[in-house]
Each structure stands twice: as C-alpha cells, then as structure tokens.
T-cell receptor, first 115, second 116 residues
C-alpha cells in the first residue's frame, strides 16, 4: 500500500512569490493535514481537511490556504512568501472523523526555501 | 496554555545502551498521547499511542509510559541501535468538544544520536 506522497520534494522561491504544494493521502483516508516545521521548532498545525471541507485551521495568516479535491488529494498555497516561511511542510492523512484515534500518517515533506 | 515540553533537547548514547526520553504536557482536555520517530528530512512515523486509561505501551524495543495524573510520559529505548538515531516527538491530542478531532500539540522533539 502506498504511503502519503508529497510534491515537490524541494523548492526554492524568492520573497513575494507564491507557491503550491501537493499531497496525496493513503488510499481510503479522507482527512488531510498540513504542518509547518521550521528549523529547530516543533511541528505547527496549519490546516485540516476532511471530505473536501476545511475542518480546522491553525494560527497562521490568511496567505496560507488550501483545498481538498474530490479524490481527497490536497494543495497548500502560500502567497506573498516571506523569509520565515522557509520550512519543511509536512502533509499527513488519516481515516475520517468517526474513527477512533485518527492516527495520522505523514508524508516525506516538501522543503521550501525562501530567499 | 496548551504545551508539550520534551527533555532532553538532544542526547548522545553508545550503541547497545538504553535511554529514556521525557515528555511533560499541560494540554487539556486530554484525548491521547503519541510518540513519533522522525528521521532527518523525513516525515514522522508513529511508534505508540496511549489514551487516558493506558499507562504503558510497547512497540518492539520502544516502551512508552503515561502518568495522566502528573501529565508526564516517557519513551524508553532498549538496546539502542544506530538506526535509532532520529528525533523523537511527543504529540498530545486535545479533545475538541464538538466531537471531531481536536488540535494536536507537538513537542519540539528530542534529537537522539546513537554512536558505534
């Protein structure tokens, strides 16, 4: 069974640009989560999608947005990039809302560098 | 404030030795606690998960404990191997009163290096 996949693996952008990161969940999982892991910091929760709907949002500005498609894959968009957006962006997936524990399985991440 | 604190920040041990990593949390209301292993540049992989009523859970050479009264957890690694070199992250789930999954609060992790 394929795990969570993310693309691209690495990305270099300049300040003010926009970026789109992509995530495909494990087959059968309906929930997708996005996290930011800056160097030396813990994972910070960004967004949670389930069944195409945004369910929860972390403490990030509106220039961080995303969506979930009917096939449950997801995109994370970041507008007006800032230097401090440089981080590893992790996507995770889990079975839906009704499942006990809702264990999250993580993808390998996308390393974003903003110059 | 909902927080997860891990100690030590980093640890170096010799191959074959045991070690214990600590996690203290102030998350409320508590749903469950997970330990993840994160290899450098990779996504975290779940090792154990414990709910309020569970005080120990093993996964091979990894044994996690939970004291819900003191809000402390530990991860004990037995007979360490070079492949155990990674960051170990403690994650506490905060129950959402709406019944759906609440926010996950992540610790900053303990970076373990196992030397030959």
């Amino acid at each position: 069974e394929a795990g969570v996949t993310q693309s691209p693996t690495h990305l270099i952008k300049t300040r003010g640009q926009q970026v789109t990161l992509r995530c495909s969940p494990i087959s059968g999982h309906t929930s997708v989560y996005w996290y930011q892991q800056a160097l030396g910091l813990g994972l910070q929760f960004l967004l949670w999608y389930d069944e195409g709907e945004e369910r929860n949002r972390g403490n990030f500005p509106p220039r961080f947005s995303g969506r979930q498609f009917p096939n449950y894959s997801s995109e994370l968009n970041v507008n007006a990039l800032e230097l401090e957006d440089s981080a590893l962006y992790l996507c995770a997936s889990s079975k839906g809302l009704a499942r006990l524990y809702n264990e999250q399985f993580f993808g390998p991440g996308t390393r974003l560098t903003v110059l | 404030k909902n927080q997860v604190e891990q100690s030590p920040q980093s640890l170096i041990i010799l191959e074959g030795k045991n070690c214990t990593l600590q996690c203290n949390y102030t998350v409320s209301p508590f749903s469950n606690l997970r330990w993840y292993k994160q290899d450098t540049g990779r996504g975290p992989v779940s090792l154990t998960i414990m709910t309020f009523s569970e005080n120990t859970k093993s996964n091979g050479r990894y044994t996690a404990t939970l004291d819900a009264d003191t809000k402390q957890s530990s991860l004990h690694i037995t007979a360490s191997q070079l492949s155990d070199s990674a960051s170990y992250i403690c994650v506490v789930t905060r129950t959402n009163y709406g019944g759906s999954q609440g926010n996950l609060i992540f610790g900053k992790g303990t970076k373990l290096s196992v030397k030959p």
